[in-house]
């Protein structure tokens, strides 16, 4: 139990001393986790509208395959995308393995069902009013689907919110295609795996404490958002 | 009056998705190009390996003696020959010989050299309920099997694991994956020593994580060395650069430059001369 | 303005709609009545372009007309029974139609003249937010919204049902007063009889999907008893009996036409000839038309209400108000089947 105390402690000083690996752990998580999130947001919003909006024929069956991709464990997605990053593999030639956007490509894997399905539901939610609105006023295909974004934008930033703390966290994805390398693609969760490994867990503790406070962070910006809008 | 409320969103949306992509692109370019310039060697080696703090000691002394840059990934002996395999990386530095040699014949790698070597131990509970203190491992290893003591093993093809296996075979005995004595952890050195401390059981580990653990321990160990220094229990360690044969893309020449640094005098050296927690951990031997 | 020809409207399996032929003319006010579920509100959408007819046309001004085409589009605005607003202010709510459409010239100006128009001061109004209205002030800001573009068709599902009184009445107002300024023509679904007595130019009937001539008549439906030969009746709450003659297979709604309907005192029914029947009820509602000559009587017969136009001349004559028992004559054999 002491080691939680310890954990504590060690938390305050690592921020406060400025430890360089931790703040380069740190700046690996941000860059991973922000490149993931905006591209899956960019690819997921208008993804999720279409799946939300239209009806087709094989949409049930669609929606089903996106629900259960927000299963998948990371360490399998770790792995699937390690096979298509490793030299011989079909991006091979790209060098993206054990780099931080390779990491984040694994990370769109995580993240782009959870956005994908969360704005679907919501579009699907919207008042159906909505659209008869929409339609009366003259807004052509283009204007709804905007319009009709912006008014489900809570449970859009839902969706961003759930996705950025799956993606803040997630160990699998970053250890197999980052690599752990020290300065690099040492992100916090690696970071702890690695402590945790070695028998430090008040450092795991530690690095817990600062993901959760730069998770604290985002969430407190977010609801500021979410309060302008 | 409605200018104002206009202007506010499209500024909000606009402020908001262009910090978070630019910036967030910016950062990532950046980490690419530095790979991009090729001048960085990729090593994969085991967790043991990095968890002593060697390499933290010593490549500095390599990057600054040569101007080469040098990046590690540290994962399960298991991976690390995979990885090679498959010319994710340039170099391997690991300790399992056989598969080593297995790796060099199939045409994975070139020119292995033995590096250094530390030992393994073997430990158990202070009590040693199976009396193996001070006897030889083939003989401790039967008295474990014979007296029906927990042993816990790595079980994840580790070189730890492979020497493991090595010596029930040497002790004339079957390899005991069906005895419920027999844990397999699938974890690394420091959590499969805390599973043999919660069991008070018996495990193999490498020298170097036994002194770690000793020393969180702070003074008390649950678990204390037994046997050691048993010509069988050596952990060697050698240096395989992947063959370029097999892999054109790998920086064959610095992978090689490597390998003759960490068998030169001034690395020999500084590993002889490296201390965890005050006690000498490898002992240097490569071929003059 | 419209014609709609051999529309058959279904969702999925279900028939909703059977319209064969009907004509709304420009600039005219057009009342659709009927029970919840005979299609009303899915006739307003196709004639709001919300939806495509599964089979048959619309025509709009001669023009085979579809969703989304710019025929119809910046043309045709249908406002819904519950109100609706977007998650914005009210200005924003009303000023969206003329920014999709890039026409912001003196946009405030426009949009405080369409919340005058529905009897909401701008000062008060303009800066609230959707969710800051009471259910008739949000349905007036829907409505200014649609008045802000002048359209030429306004479309209103049960305008008056889920407002207050007050509401109710400043909508009407405003939708007379695009007509009047604009020439909008307006096409209402309402069970409101001030609506559909005072304003409208004329009146259709719903049921089921399918429109049925004569305007409001009475509808009949089952359970229907065996008569004498040939012949059907229908037990009423009261105990009287209506007659009609055996329908065809598959039909059960009987229609009452009111333009065959007599009316008589009690006491002074003529002589009957052997088809004639009579019912007795009594006088509920007196209406006046627009127009001035004709007045809308509506008369309870049990559970039926039945409405008869009559000349001012004959309301006189029989000295009807509502109260005073009266007594229907009708031709069993001139009933017909639905």
Known sequence: ?229 | MEKKEVFRKIEFILVFSITALSGAIFFAAQDSKAAEEGATLLMATTTSTDNTGLLEYLMPAFTEKTGIDIKWISTGTGKALKLGENCDVDVLLVHAPQAEIDFVDKGFGIDRREIMYNDFVLIGPPEDPAHIKGKKVSEALQAIGSSSNVFVSRGDESGTHKMERTLWKLADMQIPEQETWYRQSGQGMLPTINVAGELQGYTLTDHGTYIKYESAAEGKPSLVILVEGDAVLLNQYSVIPVNPKHCSNVKHEKAQTLSNWMSGEEAQRLIGEFKLLGKQLFTPNAAR | MYHIQDVDHYYGEKHVLAIDDISIPEASIVGLIGPNGSGKSTLLKLLGFLEEPTYGSIFFKGQKAAPFSSEVRFKVTLLTQEPYLMRRTVFENIAYGLKIRGDTKDLNKRVEEALALVGLAPENFARRRWSALSGGEAQRVALAARLVLKPEVLLLDEPTASVDADSARLIRDASLKAREEWGTTLVVATHDWQWLFETCDSVRHLLHGRLFRGGLGCAVQGPWKFSREGFLQKELKDGQCLIAPTPEEGKQVAILDPARLRLALPGKVPLLKWNINSLKGYVSRLFLEKNGEIVQTAIKVAELLVAIRLERKQVELLKLFPGREVIILYDSHKIEWL
């Open chain 1, 1 to 229: 139990m002491d080691f939680i105390q310890d954990g504590f402690i060690q938390a305050f000083a690592l921020l406060l001393n400025r430890d360089p690996a931790t703040y380069s752990a740190i700046s690996a998580t941000l860059r991973a986790s922000g490149l993931a999130m905006a591209a899956s947001l960019l690819l997921g919003i208008p993804l999720g509208y279409l799946l939300g909006y239209f009806d087709f024929r094989l949409k049930k069956q669609i929606r089903i395959i996106v629900d259960t991709l927000l299963s998948l464990p990371t360490v399998f997605i770790g792995l699937v995308i390690y096979a298509l990053l490793t030299r011989n593999g079909p991006l091979g030639e790209a060098g993206l393995l054990f780099t931080i956007p390779g990491i984040a490509i694994g990370q769109v894997i995580l993240s782009l069902p959870i956005i994908i399905a969360l704005t679907a539901t919501a579009v699907e939610a919207a008042d159906n009013k909505l659209h008869i609105t929409l339609m009366s006023l003259g807004a052509n295909r283009r204007q709804i689907a905007a319009s009709t974004l912006w008014e489900v934008r809570l449970g859009i930033l839902a969706a961003a919110v759930t996705a950025t703390g799956r993606v803040l966290t997630e160990v699998g994805i970053s250890l197999m295609i980052g690599g752990n390398i020290k300065w690099h693609t040492r992100t916090i969760t690696t970071a702890i795996a690695l402590e945790t490994s070695k028998g430090e867990f008040g450092m795991g503790i530690a690095l817990g404490l600062v993901l959760l406070l730069i998770a604290l962070t985002v969430n407190i910006s977010l609801a500021g958002l979410r309060r302008r809008i």
